[in-house]
Nanobody, 127 residues
Framework: QVQLVESGGGSVQIEGSLRLSCAVS????????MAWFRRAPGKEREGVAA???????YYADSVKGRFTISRDKNNRALWLQMNNLKTEDSAIYYC?????????????????????WGQGAQVTVSS
């Protein structure tokens, strides 16, 4: 089992920045893929950013150039740096981990490919 705990959420004004963290514990391996998802009120959960076993990264079009995903070399921490935030970025953000198998690029932002989830962290962007 893998446990994921998010932190770093909060309230920020538009064009501000936040950095989300995800603490990882349990039986996780470097072969796991990791990702951030979000769910806004009244909307479905969507993939935001993902990082594969070889540190290849994938982003939703809506956050490219503004968000950066990274992790430590032992897969014990995952981060999401969010810059130039917009009101539409307001959501609950979830950290997720996947055992695999090896993904094709289009899979990285699909929630059904992930096995373990954190409880979520609220991000609110206001004007």
């Amino acid at each position: 089992q893998v446990q994921l705990v998010e932190s770093g959420g909060g309230s920020v004004q538009i064009e501000g920045s936040l950095r989300l963290s995800c603490a990882v514990s349990g039986n996780i391996y470097n072969s796991y893929s990791m990702a951030w998802f979000r769910r806004a009120p009244g909307k479905e959960r969507e993939g935001v950013a993902a990082i594969g076993p070889n540190d290849d990264t994938y982003y939703a079009d809506s956050v490219k150039g503004r968000f950066t995903i990274s992790r430590d070399k032992n897969n014990r921490a995952l981060w999401l740096q969010m810059n130039n935030l917009k009101t539409e970025d307001s959501a609950i953000y979830y950290c997720a981990a996947s055992r695999g198998p090896k993904f094709i690029p289009s899979w990285y932002l699909e929630s059904n490919k992930y096995d373990f989830w954190g409880q979520g962290a609220q991000v609110t962007v206001s004007s």
